[in-house]
């Protein structure tokens, strides 16, 4: 089975479309949608609804603190940029959208793998994974040999062998990885609508269980677009800003 894995779509159509255009040429069984589906950018109507679509078909989705945040109040360390975009996303979703939202589980289980946005060890935390210790932390906290996460928004792919030690392989884009079945392995796959990690293209991973490997792409889209969008919004420039450098 190919799996297509997506995660911080945040509300950023023209990544989440290129993406999606993206994948549908390689065929994917199925999708993964990994949470934080809105904030930061100006179409979360959209967005929200077209994951709506691939849920009713199959797909699997998982809750981001984002998404979180707009059925619930926002936790007090939220940046102030982001309440904003918040605040603004919460008044252009109807009740039906909201529900969808609030009903997504923190995370999944299937096959040996498991599917979140933050980490294994507590996913309504959302504390991140920055390092090969943080990523042994959720490994261990698994009984699945693969973890997808998202959240940092940044590629990564970290492995843990017998032994309990982690170490990190930078992924090179378009390039199939033999995920080896000794280790565990913890994928990140990058933010589809907000890469930081100084490249604008954006981000997302095709899975291969099959083959058991996994490849990383980088998908071009209008930034230009998408940034004029936000500040036609109202949103704070800062948003728009983070698109056009990556950062």
Not at 7 to 14: I, K, M, S, V
Not at 151 to 177: C, Q
Not at 221 to 233: E, G, I, L
Request: hydrophobic letters at 45%; a neutral charge.
């Amino acid at each position: 089975m190919r799996i297509a894995l997506l995660t911080d779509l945040h509300a950023n159509r023209e990544a989440f479309a290129a993406c999606l255009e993206h994948a549908e040429r390689a065929l994917p069984d199925r999708y993964a949608f990994l949470g934080d589906f809105v904030g930061y950018g100006a179409d979360p109507g959209w967005v929200v609804d077209t994951v709506m679509n691939f849920a009713a078909r199959g797909a699997l989705c998982v809750l981001g603190n984002h998404d979180q945040a707009v059925c619930n109040p926002p936790r007090a360390t939220m940046q102030p940029d982001a309440r904003r975009a918040i605040d603004w996303t919460r008044a252009q979703l109807d009740a039906r959208q909201i529900g969808f939202l609030a009903a997504l589980p923190l995370q999944v289980e299937e096959d040996d793998c498991l599917f979140v946005h933050a980490n294994a060890w507590a996913p309504a935390q959302w504390e991140y994974i920055n390092t090969a210790f943080d990523a042994r932390s959720s490994m261990a906290a698994t009984r699945a040999r693969l973890s997808f996460c998202g959240h940092t928004h940044e590629p990564a792919l970290y492995n843990m062998g017998r032994d309990w030690r982690a170490s990190a392989f930078k992924p090179v884009p378009g390039t199939a990885i033999p995920l080896g079945t000794q280790r565990h392995w913890l994928a990140i796959p990058g933010a589809v609508g907000q890469p930081r990690d100084g490249i604008l293209a954006a981000c997302y991973a095709l899975f291969d269980s099959g083959r058991c490997n996994l490849t990383f792409h980088r998908v071009p889209y209008d930034v230009d677009t998408a940034a004029a969008k936000v500040r036609a919004a109202g949103l704070p420039e800062e948003l728009a800003a983070r698109l056009e450098r990556a950062r």
